[in-house]
């Protein structure tokens, strides 16, 4: 299957799409920090070269991705292009089963995995992960 546009303007459209420093994780990284958790960007996934953490607690073994919901089929907001439709079913669903691939190799590895939709509201997020490393770092403690 070739990698074409359906038009320039659809090119054009998707060159300009942000794959890092989104909105949302901006957002949830202020957050993070305004609690004073500190933590790595754009962090290399161990052993999966090509692809890296969008935020990670290193020493906590803490990844956390903030999945937009078109590239990889939020089940609320996806949307399937009906224009180069089998193309863009095809490049979906390969997204998809390579996430689950990197949290199942991540999993493995004795990470804990974190995934939200960029729809979550940030201040939810920020909550979610702010417990899990309280709850990892006292584990830790008591280990």
């Known amino acids: 299957m070739s990698l074409i546009a359906s038009s320039p303007a659809v ?15 901006l957002t949830v990284r202020r957050l993070l920090h305004a609690e004073g958790l500190r933590y790595r960007v754009h962090y290399p996934v161990p052993g999966m070269p090509r692809r890296s ?9 803490i990844a956390v991705f ?9 089940p609320q907001h996806a949307t399937r292009p009906r224009a180069n439709a089998e193309w863009w079913r095809s490049k979906l669903e390969r997204n998809i089963a390579r996430d689950l691939e990197t949290t199942d190799h991540l999993t493995a590895a004795g990470w804990t995995v974190l995934r939200f939709w960029e729809h979550e509201p940030a201040a939810d997020v920020a909550h979610r992960i702010e417990a899990t490393v309280q709850s990892r770092r006292s584990a830790l403690d008591h280990s």
């Open 11 to 25: 090119s054009a459209r998707m060159s300009r799409q942000a794959s890092r420093n989104t909105q949302p994780e």
């Open 53 to 61: 953490m969008d935020i990670a607690f290193s020493r906590l073994r």
């Open 66 to 74: 903030l999945d937009g919901c078109y590239w990889h089929g939020c």
